[in-house]
């Protein structure tokens, strides 16, 4: 029988605590895996309407402080679809109307820093070519929608009213 002094088991434990979770190198488990399904694409030009506060008024017990609802959104008008493709049957319609969420209930910036800090350099009026994807996500057994904006730029208005009069 192999006998282990002091703190030697409590090495052996841990090392097999590793190997079993597959943090030594081992493939992930099939749940940790994520699985993305692209349901459609959405390349537009909008507008910027506002950036403002909106409180969620759910009826959850996490509404509206940790629901995730609650914070500033910037709102873009759609003014004209430049693409557009509905990849799976369950894939977003074209849209009039974008939300961004910009931040948190606590007003704690949320999302990739380059893309905030585009929509702070915005005011009302200004326009954008904005695309986003509209995906179906698994990740550790639960699927949800995502719509990942891709692209946000500014763009001066004679470049707009070109784009608006270009045939589709």
């Known amino acids: 029988m192999l006998r282990l002094g002091g703190c030697s088991w409590l090495v052996v434990v841990l090392l097999g605590l590793v190997s079993t979770n597959g943090l030594l190198g081992a493939e992930p488990t099939e749940q940790a895996k994520e699985k993305r399904e692209r349901l459609a694409v ?34 873009f008008t759609i003014k004209k679809y430049l693409k557009y493709e509905k990849l799976g049957e369950f894939g977003d319609p074209k849209q009039e109307n974008f939300l961004i969420q910009v931040s948190d209930f606590d007003k704690r910036p949320l999302g990739d820093p ?55």
């Open 42 to 75: 959405h390349q537009t030009l909008a507008v910027l309407n506002k950036v403002e506060y909106r409180l969620c008024r759910g009826l959850t017990s996490l509404c509206p402080k940790e629901c995730g609802h609650s914070g500033n959104f910037a709102d």
């Open 114 to 168: 380059a893309l905030l800090k585009t929509i702070q350099g915005l005011k009302a009026g200004d326009f954008v070519l904005l695309s986003w994807n509209h995906d179906y996500v698994t990740s550790k057994g639960v699927s949800s929608p995502e719509r990942p904006v891709i692209k946000l730029e500014k763009i001066d208005p004679a470049q707009a009213e070109t784009l608006l009069k270009a045939s589709q």
